[in-house]
């Protein structure tokens, strides 16, 4: 790849923050980085790259000339800037959900569907974090059985809301050990520390949260299937960082957990980590600040019917949600453009 002139909207936030420290791991080509963000960011000086980068305000009259623009910011953020940017000949990649539905922009996990960025007309939209996280898990087995449906809950750490997220539990943990009464949440509807909330996002007529429809929307979009049934319970837990999965797929053909297991040791993004008579299962401390999902306790859905006892798989997943669940799927659909 020849040398980029890179562009970070939102470029203070945590993944904003974490795409640059991604594109420094990676070695990515940049020759020049522009740091946008909001008027009381403006100023703050970031290092990378071995040299001080001064963060701007938000301005699209300096999009111009960019070649790649990583897009870190809240939806209306992203709707109001990154299509001025995509106008101007800069491609851009957008973390956001803003784009992820619209049939005309890509929706990529590298590892699932590496071949929608062809499709792009400029902009590329990153998936939400948990059906990265999922779908980069399963894609191996849908490779080889194909899934029919998924019964998923998801077990979110509190840095997916960003660091006010993070702040709020660990200020609550405060509050609580020093004998204080809990000060009214902010971030979530209600306390989160020693706590579980079954709600990220409004509830649809259905019961069903925003969060939870993303991986069935979205799932299908990138498995270019819109057959796939998706149930998805999506839970706010009180750890700091990284996802985890509870995965219960029913497949076209049979498929065995030996099988399984074979397919998801030799797959791209995955981490087989799966021997739980030793203890030796994913769990969010052991897959914090990496950017593979670790794939364990894969055994039969001791439910499923009869008939589809040898077509359905239980498993458990965890991995960084910051990471590959946003920044490094991020740099990983740049690389796929640019190289």
Request: a negative charge.
């Amino acid at each position: 790849m020849k040398n980029l002139k890179i562009g970070i909207l939102g470029a203070t936030g945590a993944v904003g923050q974490q795409m640059i420290t991604v594109l420094e791991e990676r070695n990515f080509p940049v020759e020049e980085l522009r740091l946008f963000a909001s008027a009381r960011s403006a100023g703050t000086k970031i290092s990378a790259f071995g040299k001080e980068w001064t963060v701007e305000e938000t301005d699209a009259g300096r999009f111009r000339g960019l070649d790649l623009m990583l897009g870190a910011a809240e939806n209306n953020i992203a709707e109001k800037y990154l299509p001025l940017a995509a106008e101007m000949g800069v491609q851009v990649v957008d973390n956001s959900s803003a784009f992820r539905l619209d049939p005309e922009i890509p929706l990529v996990i590298p590892e699932v569907n590496p071949e929608d960025v062809k499709l792009s007309k400029g902009l590329i939209a990153n998936p939400n974090c948990a059906t990265i996280i999922a779908l980069t898990a399963v894609m191996p087995l849908h490779k080889a059985a194909h899934i029919k449906r998924m019964i998923v809950s998801t077990y979110q750490a509190v840095s997916g809301a960003g660091k006010e997220g993070i702040d709020e539990l660990e200020n609550e943990v405060k509050e609580l050990a020093e004998g204080k009464p809990v000060q009214e949440p902010r971030i979530f509807q209600y306390q989160i520390a020693y706590n579980l909330i079954p709600q990220i996002g409004g509830f649809n007529e259905l019961g069903y949260s925003s969060e939870e429809m993303k991986m069935q929307n979205e799932g299908r979009k990138m498995l270019h299937d819109e057959k796939l049934l998706v149930n998805c319970t999506c839970v706010r837990v009180p750890i700091i960082r990284s996802h985890s999965e509870s995965i219960t797929l029913e497949f076209d053909k049979e498929i065995t957990p030996e099988e399984a297991k074979e397919l998801l040791k030799n797959a791209p993004g995955v981490k087989l980590y799966d021997e739980p008579d030793e203890k030796i299962y994913p769990m969010p401390l052991l897959t914090s600040d990496q950017d593979l999902v670790y794939v364990g306790r894969v055994r039969r859905d001791l439910s499923a019917p009869a008939e589809i006892y040898n077509k359905s798989l239980t498993l458990f997943c965890c991995a960084d949600q910051v990471r590959k669940g946003a920044a490094t799927n991020a740099v990983q659909i740049a690389e796929l453009l640019f190289r």
